[in-house]
């Protein structure tokens, strides 16, 4: 097996303590109260169309998308709007969110809430599209951009791949490996309304080696359909990077600064194909999703199925309670995820996971002269130069970053983890992003 | 409860440190040292110890009373710089001259430029260079290999292979008279011959070599690139003239071109960033490393070679940029 | 002997002279004309070079400010921050137009989220930005709209005139401000701005830039404005204006009369460089708010004689 697929340049192996796999995911039971952020995918927030003391219903319509790249939000439970507020979410801000005192489990009519396996395809393609939007799904791998404008390529292009997105290469995380050995089925299916909307012949399903259940579940699935293949890849990180995926599944590789639909291909999360079969099959919009819940001081290490807007704390709760020990609280994987300020935050659309990290591994290590070792020129998968970068960027010349193409970094972290010198040089390109972001706005203004 | 850290992602580190990755140089070098022990006798070792111990010794004295700076001796840079430096000199350089080569090495080649990483130059071959030029005989006068199993005797010196080569192409003496005198490859490869104590044996620099390869200390580009130009070029002059030009694997076997290639010119400061430079800088050497042991003065040109392409790192790090992800097509797109 | 000296001197000789008239005809053909008047401007500038002014260096400033003299007769738009007026009206003179005189300003630090006031939640680790902190989470006091106290703006003053201090991890400004501006771009909370230094450096204004309801401002911080409209009540001059929670004092309308320092309810209004208060004054807010806050009577005093050692003080109470 040693000449599986994978991306070329650069990549790290870090330990993947992958501690929750096989948990069955379990369903977490309904908070008293929900907090639904208004500003739970990439692009515009949504706008709430609910007003304090409204009664709804689960997967009733509260906020309409905010613009074209935005998505609907649909109240995850029953009951009354409480008010409308300034809550803190995964950004560490508080912005507007929609907050609702449970009341009851009362389901929106036309949902389709039993677990029958629906096979028949009876939509356009158009239909299936609306219906993705209707339902608010975003990307759940973490990136949450709208999964409906990826299904609309812009005019005078097209795909002629898709890509299920099942690499799950963060450590740690093993929410969609779960949902593809309880679900792949459904998954399938989801795949092949993907298809039939982006009006694609071939489908791929990326698994990385460290998932064989996985990956053989799924072959034999995808065995029955046309089209559809499982492509077993070699473990690397950031492999569940979009572009590294297609690089690797297809050989392709995406031009610096453009979408990936440039070279024929549409990436998808397991997670999000799950949601689009449920959202098409049986009505059913995005209020649910499988967060797994993980550390290593963590008693029990889970995998749970839970509502949209839930406190983060009763995750924790559920998969054991906070260890004393614990230091730093992460929104999703250990690589891309954020530090939280608080467990009150809720659950979004695109969280994928909840890790707890002892104090002990909380920290980083003292920095030390950079020593030109190169490390993390080989590790990194867009061939940047982070040492560079971090240089320019500590230095304030962000117009010699921007040539340097600081603006291509995919936030992998991959140059940091491998540091010898333990200088935060994420920190610095994030910095230089930020700083040339700013600069090409000014300039685009003129 | 804590209280909770926020910091940017990553949250992972690997156990990779400046530390570690100096400590593995160390080990790599032990093999090379046991040999030189093993001919050189204590000698060698005194010259090591006390290498190491004043490199040490003159990075805190400097950290602490010029720079009054963060102590960082513990990072093992100067044990490394320490051994180095050791490895270029002959095994019975006075102890004075040792001395002043460890403050020249990172008093000059490393402190001066501020420290670890921000060195242009190599700081043992700095010192090294300095050492020749300042005391050329002594640091000329190579002691015969002798296996410490022997008991001890005065020192007998006599010159290196390259050194023999060099004064007997001189004196008008043809190859084919000269040859019969030198070590046979069987003995280059142990380091039964005269040379810089650390420099002698070929199979325990590869050794030390192979461990930094396995635990990624270094990567292959350097060395191989290096190593086949001086095959290359060398094996050109000698299918020209083999009367007048000694054979390739005499020149990768002798002098300095292993250890070279393998400790000195992979030293991570003062290389290049990336493949393709790593690659002109390994060439670079390997040629000069030949024009001088061919046509220059001295027998031997890899500390000048390593040097002189030490201080075009900047400008090769310019012009090789790694390949980056989704150039190649842009072009094609726009 | 001799006559390889004499050779030498006339080979270098001629070459002297060849390059000479080489270098002549370049330079006259590539001569290109420039108003004598820049070189003047440029001279009487403090060539501080900050950018304040809006342009890239002193020499820019005396280039364009050349330009709309000769063209335009004005120097709309052109001031030194450094130099001030003093120099502007030196620039005009070379220029020969008369200006107006601008009120001298200076950064002020529209924050009091010290360590005491807004006590971390959290911990903060990683590269001392304030950029890269902004983008990440809302503050170790937790305020979204608070000072970082990583220190861009003391990165950025050219003229070390502000720092850190310690105790409170909030900037200083000292008197070296010369009102370049560049502190406030640096900033990416806005919370520094230019203000009037007033006369004799007497100044009022609001400590805080929380633009959030009262009852979560105050969460976060023990000094932040809630919005209450208490000042803008008081004020007589209309100086005061409330938007979304928050009081903003105009430093074009404010008389100085201090008024709005005495009834605000959490003290984010400043007043600096004033005597201290009159007994009979300092009685009065005590009676209004009784014994509640008996910090409310000490504080102006030991405000003052702080603000006495240095410009604008962030003050120093624990």
Redesign the interface.
């Given at each position: 097996m040693g000449l599986l697929k994978t991306f070329v340049l650069g990549g790290i192996h870090p330990p993947e303590n992958k501690l929750s796999a096989g948990q069955p995911v379990r369903t977490l039971k309904v908070p008293d109260q929900v907090v639904v952020p208004m500003g739970q995918n990439l692009g515009a927030p949504s706008k709430p169309v609910v007003k304090r003391g409204d009664k709804v219903k689960t997967g009733q319509l509260i906020a309409e998308a905010g613009g074209f790249i935005s998505a609907r939000i649909h109240s995850p439970v029953s009951g009354t709007v409480f008010k409308i507020d300034?809550v803190?979410d995964m950004?560490?801000?508080?912005r507007t969110a929609v907050i609702i005192k449970v009341d009851g489990d009362e389901w929106m009519e036309d949902i389709d809430r039993s677990d029958t396996l629906v096979t028949e395809i009876n939509f356009s393609p158009e239909e299936i599209i609306e219906k993705v939007k209707d339902a608010g799904i975003v990307g759940m791998g973490g990136a949450t951009f709208p999964t409906h404008v990826k299904l609309m390529p812009p005019p005078g292009k097209s795909a002629d791949y898709l890509l299920i997105n099942g690499v799950e290469c963060e450590p740690y995380l093993t929410a969609d490996h779960q949902l593809m050995l309880e679900k792949g089925a459904e998954i399938i299916v989801g795949t092949r309304l993907l298809m039939k909307a982006l009006k694609v012949k071939k489908a791929v399903i990326g698994i990385e080696n460290n998932k064989p259940d996985a990956i053989r579940q799924m072959t034999e699935l995808a065995a029955k359909e046309e089209g559809i293949t499982v492509q077993p890849l070699k473990v690397k990180y950031p492999q569940g990077g979009e572009k590294q995926l297609i690089k690797a599944v297809t050989g392709r590789e995406v031009p610096s600064g453009k979408l990936p639909v440039e070279v024929g291909c549409v990436v998808q999360n397991v997670g999000t194909t799950f949601a689009v079969y449920e959202a098409v099959m049986k009505n059913k919009p995005l209020i649910e999703r499988v967060v797994t819940v993980t550390g290593k001081a963590l008693s029990n290490p889970s995998n749970l199925k839970v509502r949209i807007g839930t406190p983060i704390k009763f995750l924790v709760e559920e998969a054991g309670g906070l260890p004393e020990d614990t230091g730093k609280v992460i929104g999703g994987g250990p690589m891309m995820g954020k530090?939280l300020?608080?467990l009150d935050v809720p659950v979004v659309k695109g969280t994928s996971g909840v890790l707890l990290m002892r104090e002990a591994e909380s920290?980083?290590l003292p920095e030390s002269p950079c020593i030109r070792c190169s490390k993390c020129t080989q590790v990194c998968p867009m061939g940047l130069e982070p040492f560079l970068l971090s240089r320019l960027s500590?230095m304030g010349r962000f117009e010699d970053a921007e040539k340097e193409k600081v603006m291509d970094c995919i936030e992998c972290g991959s140059c940091q983890y491998t540091c010898p010198a333990h200088i935060?040089l994420l920190?610095?390109l994030?910095?230089g992003k930020?700083?040339v972001g700013a600069l090409i706005r000014a300039r685009s203004k003129k | 409860m804590n209280?909770?850290?926020?910091?940017?992602s990553p949250h992972l580190h690997s156990d990779n440190s400046t530390r570690k990755i100096m400590f593995g140089v160390v080990v790599a070098l032990l093999p090379a040292m046991l040999v030189a022990v093993y001919y050189f006798g204590l000698g060698a070792l005194e010259v090591i110890v006390l290498s190491v111990f004043f490199s040490v010794f003159f990075e805190w004295l400097i950290q602490k009373y010029l720079i009054k700076g963060p102590l960082t001796i513990t990072d093992g840079s100067a044990v490394v710089t320490g051994i180095l430096l050791a490895f270029n000199v002959p095994s019975n350089l006075p102890w004075w001259m040792v001395i002043i080569g460890a403050l020249v090495a990172i008093g000059i080649g490393k402190m001066s430029f501020g420290g670890l990483g921000k060195n242009i130059f190599n700081p043992a071959l700095v010192s090294r260079v300095f050492l020749l030029v300042s005391f050329p005989v002594a640091m000329t006068s190579w002691p015969k290999p002798h296996p410490i199993t022997k008991v001890l005797v005065d020192t007998v010196t006599g010159p290196t292979p390259l050194g023999y080569i060099k004064e007997g192409l001189g004196a008008g003496k043809t190859l084919s008279e000269l040859i019969p005198h030198l070590p046979s490859y069987a003995q280059q490869l142990m380091g039964q011959m005269g040379g810089s104590l650390g420099e002698v044996s070929a199979l325990a620099i590869l050794l030390g070599g192979i461990y930094m390869l396995w635990k990624k200390i270094i990567t292959w580009e350097i060395p191989v690139s290096m190593l086949l130009t001086v095959f290359v070029f060398s094996g050109i002059l000698w299918l020209i003239n083999p009367q007048h030009y000694m054979d390739p694997v005499f020149n990768l076997l002798t002098g300095g071109v292993m250890l070279g290639a393998v400790f000195m010119a992979t030293d991570m400061v003062t290389s290049p960033m990336t493949r393709g430079g790593q690659l002109l800088f390994g060439f670079g050497i390997g040629l000069i490393t030949m024009l001088i042991r061919v046509w220059g003065a001295y027998p031997e040109g890899v500390s000048f070679a390593i040097l002189l392409m030490n201080s075009v790192v900047p400008l090769i790090n310019r012009g090789f940029k790694p390949r980056r992800f989704g150039k190649v097509k842009a072009a094609t797109v726009k | 002997m001799n006559h390889i000296v004499i050779i030498s001197v006339v080979v270098l000789g001629i070459l002297g002279l060849v390059s000479a008239v080489i270098l002549y005809f370049v330079a006259s053909k590539f001569k290109v004309y420039e108003d004598p008047k820049i070189d003047e401007v440029e001279a009487a500038l403090p060539s501080a070079n900050c950018g304040g002014c809006g342009y890239p260096g002193c020499r820019a400033f005396a280039e364009n400010a050349t330009k709309s003299a000769s063209k335009n007769h004005s120097l709309e738009g052109f001031f030194c921050p450094v130099g001030g007026n003093e120099v502007m009206q030196k620039v005009a003179g070379i220029l020969g137009l008369e200006i107006e005189e601008k009120d001298p300003m200076i950064a002020v630090v529209r924050c009091n989220g010290s360590y005491a006031h807004s006590p971390?939640?959290?911990?903060?680790?990683?590269?001392t930005?304030c950029?890269?902190a902004h983008?990440?989470?809302?503050g170790?006091g937790?305020c979204?709209y608070g000072c970082l106290g990583l220190g861009d703006c003391v990165a950025a003053c050219e003229f070390d005139a502000i720092h850190m201090n310690p105790e409170t991890g909030l900037p200083v400004v000292s008197d070296k401000c010369t009102a370049c501006g560049a502190c406030v771009i640096a900033c990416p909370r806005d919370i520094i701005e230019l203000r009037k230094k007033g006369p004799k450096d007497k100044r009022i204004f609001v400590s805080c830039v929380n633009k959030?309801?009262g009852a979560?401002a105050i969460k976060n911080c023990d000094v932040a404005c809630i919005g209450c409209g208490k000042c803008e009540k008081v004020c007589e001059f209309d100086a005061i204006t409330i938007t979304s929670f928050l009081s903003y004092i105009d430093f074009d309308k404010c008389r100085l009369c201090r008024k709005c320092v005495e009834v605000c309810p959490t003290n984010s209004i400043w007043e600096v460089n004033f005597k201290p208060r009159k007994p009979k004054v300092i009685k009065e807010p005590e009676k209004k708010e009784t014994a509640k806050k008996p910090e409310a009577a000490k504080k102006p005093v030991e405000k003052t004689s702080v603000a006495e050692k240095s410009v604008n003080t962030k003050k120093s109470e624990k």
């Open positions: 300034q803190m950004s560490g801000y508080r530090a300020a608080t920290h980083r500590r935060p920190d610095y994030r910095l930020n700083k | 209280m909770l850290t926020i910091s940017g | 971390g939640k959290v911990k903060f680790e990683g590269v930005s950029a890269f983008a990440l989470y809302a170790e937790g979204q959030e309801k979560i």
